[in-house]
């Protein structure tokens, strides 16, 4: 079974850090694009950020673009979210999806496979 485990949320103070992790079991890690996309209450959800299957291109939303960093490990089946200074703005649900796709960039749309989601709660 395809499963994408996301982990690592929590409450953390304004200005604080905090690393999501993306676990992936039940198809093969080196075909896929991950994204991380987040839903905060009444709104819908959007693109965070991704990095494609031979980690050479990444990408960011202009909310998270200096701030935030994806990476992943392929021996751990893996990506991870570092997610630095952050305000209350980034306060939602954050979920991990995954995409075949072997273009160049990395797209955050189009996405074939979503884990459970994982809540982050900034206080100000």
């Known amino acids: 079974d395809v499963q994408l485990q996301a982990s690592g949320g929590g409450l953390v103070q304004a200005g604080g850090s905090l690393r999501l992790s993306c676990a992936v079991s039940g198809f093969n890690f080196d075909d896929y694009t991950i994204g991380w996309f987040r839903q905060a209450p009444g709104k819908e959800r959007k693109g965070v950020s991704c990095?494609?299957?031979?980690?050479?291109?990444?990408a960011y939303s202009d909310s998270v673009k200096g701030r935030f960093t994806i990476s992943r490990d392929h021996a751990k089946n893996t990506v991870y979210l570092q997610m630095n200074r952050m305000t209350s703005e980034d306060t939602a649900v954050y979920y991990c999806?995954?995409?075949?796709?072997?273009?160049?960039?990395?797209?955050?749309?189009?996405?074939?496979?979503w884990g459970q989601g994982t809540q982050v709660t900034v206080s100000s």
């Open positions: 990095i494609n299957r031979n980690d050479g291109d990444t």
């Open positions: 999806a995954a995409r075949k796709y072997y273009g160049p960039n990395c797209p955050m749309s189009n996405y074939d496979y």
